[in-house]
């Protein structure tokens, strides 16, 4: 099983332009997230999904979208990159949003010049 | 949610055993405490958990005081693999309940 996979591992974008992050499990987890973190900081999550067609705000949602149209796959999308997003983002997907079963994504690392 | 208290850093010895201290005084009954650790550049990894009782798995001893306002997770022969930063987590384990992360503590295993 490959678990969590995003792609891509690496982007630089310019300010303005526009990407799309993509996570996908193999695992049949019902609940997926993106994080972001930030050079010497912990993980803040930006949105959430607990099943196929469904999306939440976390703490720090601003600039982002969402989508979860199939459930083994969950898009972050960035509609107008800012240097402020310069930052590492980890998917991760859990069973049932139980803590103890996250598992996470090698991250993909971005960066807006 | 009860807010943690983890000491920013720590050093430890190879093949000794690694006491990582959370504070965690206002946890309530139904709160669980969580131990993820993520290595250099990695996502999190699931370490151990527990709700009152101590708990141990391959990985690692989670010690939680009487009163629940403490624990402390014990890696017991720190290897060099075992440098990452670790993070103490105390949530509700419930529907439309996310981890979140604090800071955590960094420790670096010497050779």
């Known amino acids: 099983n490959a678990g969590v996979t995003q792609t891509p591992k690496f982007r630089v974008l310019k300010t303005g332009q526009s990407m799309t992050l993509l996570c996908a499990q193999d695992?049949?987890?019902?609940?997926m997230y993106w994080y972001r973190q930030d050079p010497g900081m912990g993980l803040r999550l930006i949105h959430y999904?607990?099943?196929?067609?469904?999306?939440a705000k976390g703490e720090v949602p601003d600039g982002y979208n969402v989508s979860r149209l199939k459930k083994q796959n969950f898009l972050l999308g960035l509609e107008s990159a800012a240097p402020s997003q310069t930052s590492v983002y980890f998917c991760?997907?859990?069973?049932?949003?139980?803590?103890?079963?996250?598992?996470f994504g090698s991250g993909t690392r971005l960066t807006v010049v | 949610d009860a807010k943690t208290t983890q000491p920013p850093s720590m050093d430890c010895a190879e093949g000794r055993a690694a006491n990582l201290p959370c504070n965690h005084s206002?946890?309530?009954?139904?709160?669980?405490v969580y131990w993820y650790r993520q290595i250099h550049s990695q996502g999190p990894q699931y370490i151990i958990h527990?709700?009152?009782n101590n708990e141990t798995n391959e990985m690692a001893s989670l010690i939680i005081t009487e009163d629940r306002k403490s624990s402390t997770l014990i890696l017991p022969h720190a290897t060099l693999r075992d440098t990452a930063v670790y993070y103490c987590?105390?949530?509700?384990?419930?529907?439309?309940?996310?981890?979140?992360f604090g800071g955590g503590t960094r420790v670096l295993v010497k050779p």
């Open positions: 695992m049949n987890h019902e609940y």
């Open positions: 991760a997907s859990s069973y049932q949003g139980y803590f103890y079963g996250y598992t």
């Open positions: 527990g709700l009152k």
């Open positions: 987590i105390v949530r509700v384990e419930a529907a439309g309940n996310k981890l979140t």
């Open positions: 206002t946890i309530s009954g139904n709160e669980y």
């Open positions: 999904s607990v099943g196929e067609g469904t999306t």
